[in-house]
């Protein structure tokens, strides 16, 4: 097992090496039914399951409804490495259906971004998500899908079910809430077609941004 946490740690390392981790002890929950991955209890594993585990270990103050369901490494401790592993098996719940995007009875439009520095949301990263029409199951994005836009680290692709659509998360180099929203504006003004909007992540039990800073 220690073997496989280092192998997943290493395939994940450029998203996040930037961070700090620090592992929290697992309580045993009150329900004997959990769905892995599934830690705000609503029935489903999906990208906001993960959101929300990410943004616990990253010092949010966050609550997660079970804990049992994000031990994936099942060692009694919530740390990086589950949030890795959870990242790798939601990749693969996706990937186990098939979406058809031919003739989509869903036709999206762009919506700009009006969010504000003052608003309350994650400065780590931000969500592009793809237009229905456009979101081909054999099509990945990249960085290099967002030339010229300036302090974008890493990329993640996942999958939104009724209708399909591709969600990517953005991280940068250098997160604030400034450089979030530049990003995003830059990224607006690409044009780039195939995509229905960008927008800042909000979690509630985040704390309003510091603007004195």
């Not at 280092?6 to 592992?23: D, Q």
């Not at 705000?40 to 369901?69: E, P």
């Not at 967002?146 to 969600?167: C, T, W």
Request: net charge negative; hydrophobic share 40%.
């Amino acid at each position: 097992m220690k073997k496989f946490k280092r192998i997943i740690t290493a395939v994940t390392a450029t998203v996040l090496s930037a961070v700090g981790m620090v592992g929290m002890n697992v309580c045993a929950d009150d329900t004997d039914n959990i769905i892995m991955g599934d830690v705000n209890s609503d029935g489903k594993f999906t990208v906001a399951d993960v959101t929300l585990f990410q943004s616990r270990i990253m010092g949010k103050d966050v609550t997660l409804n079970s804990y049992q369901a994000v031990d994936f490494c099942e060692d009694g401790v919530l740390d990086s490495f589950d949030l890795c592993m959870m990242k790798s098996e939601l990749l693969a719940y996706n990937s186990s259906e098939e979406y058809s995007v031919k003739n989509p009875v869903v036709i999206d439009e762009f919506t700009p971004c009006t969010d504000t520095v003052e608003d309350a949301f994650f400065s780590e990263f931000f969500t592009v998500t793809i237009k229905h029409q456009y979101s081909d199951p054999e099509r990945v994005w990249t960085v290099d899908d967002f030339e010229g836009v300036e302090n974008i680290k890493a990329v993640e692709q996942y999958d939104l079910r009724s209708p399909h659509r591709h969600v990517l998360w953005v991280y940068l180099y250098n997160p604030s809430h400034e450089s979030v929203l530049k990003a995003i504006h830059d990224i607006e003004a690409l044009n780039i077609k195939e995509i229905k909007e960008i927008q800042t992540y909000k979690v509630f039990g985040v704390p309003e941004p510091d603007t004195a800073k």
